[in-house]
T-cell receptor, first 114, second 113 residues
């Protein structure tokens, strides 16, 4: 079963604007990851944040994690048309037989207009 | 080499056919995964191999049969599939216990007719 829920399900913005996507999850996690998927292609790992971290940056990406609220956000700054894709959060749970399994949320479809 | 290679990219098969999907990685990862993804849905985990041993089977029907011949290769054997099995099949790999992201292949688009 899926773990995360992304919000919004679809986001449409102009080039140069910032895009913010949110993810909520239900159980304790070891880490949370964000992936990008262009239409009908494989997933590309963007960034991983561990359960003891609160914020992480990579280029134009900024990820936050609030374990008390079981939520994460992905911010893409100065978006480009090439950022158009589906974005998924995925969690790795922290114990037992589920350790190592990657559970995906429903995803956010981001469209960036030139 | 930082890629996961999947073949074929596209596959059309009849319900009585037997076919195999192949996945290869040379990053030294010791965990490999099969995921199934339907259109506009997130990937769903099917199987996990850890150190060449099947460690997780997410209650997948027996018409899907995974195989891990060695640490670099992962196969998914298909037999007597149904049209509802049509989907994008994704292979991924990772290094167990390292807390790093997974590397995904580009997938095999499977159509069952």
């Amino acid at each position: 079963s899926q773990q995360g829920e992304e919000d919004p399900q679809a986001l449409s913005i102009q080039e140069g604007e910032n895009a913010t996507m949110n993810c909520s999850y239900k159980t304790s996690i070891n880490n949370l990851q964000w992936y990008r998927q262009n239409s009908g292609r494989g997933l590309v790992h963007l960034i991983l944040i561990r359960s003891n971290e609160r914020e992480k940056h990579s280029g134009r990406l900024r990820v936050t994690l609030d374990t008390s609220k079981k939520s994460s956000s992905l911010l893409i700054t100065a978006s480009r048309a090439a950022d158009t894709a589906s974005y998924f959060c995925a969690t790795v749970r922290d114990r037992g037989s589920t350790l190592g399994r990657l559970y995906f949320g429903r995803g956010t479809q981001l469209t960036v207009w030139p | 080499d930082t890629e996961v290679t999947q073949t074929p990219k596209h596959l059309v098969m009849g319900m009585t056919n037997k076919k195999s999907l192949k996945c290869e990685q040379h990053m030294g990862h010791r965990a490999m995964y099969w995921y199934k993804q339907k259109a506009k849905k997130p990937p769903e985990l099917m199987f996990v191999y850890s150190y060449e041993k099947l460690s997780i089977n997410e209650s997948v029907p027996s018409r899907f049969s995974p195989e891990c011949p060695n640490s670099s290769l992962l196969n998914l054997h298909l037999h007597a599939l149904q049209p509802e099995d049509s989907a994008l099949y994704l292979c991924a790999s990772s290094q167990p216990g390292q807390g790093v992201g997974y590397t995904f292949g580009s997938g095999t688009r499977l159509t069952v007719v």
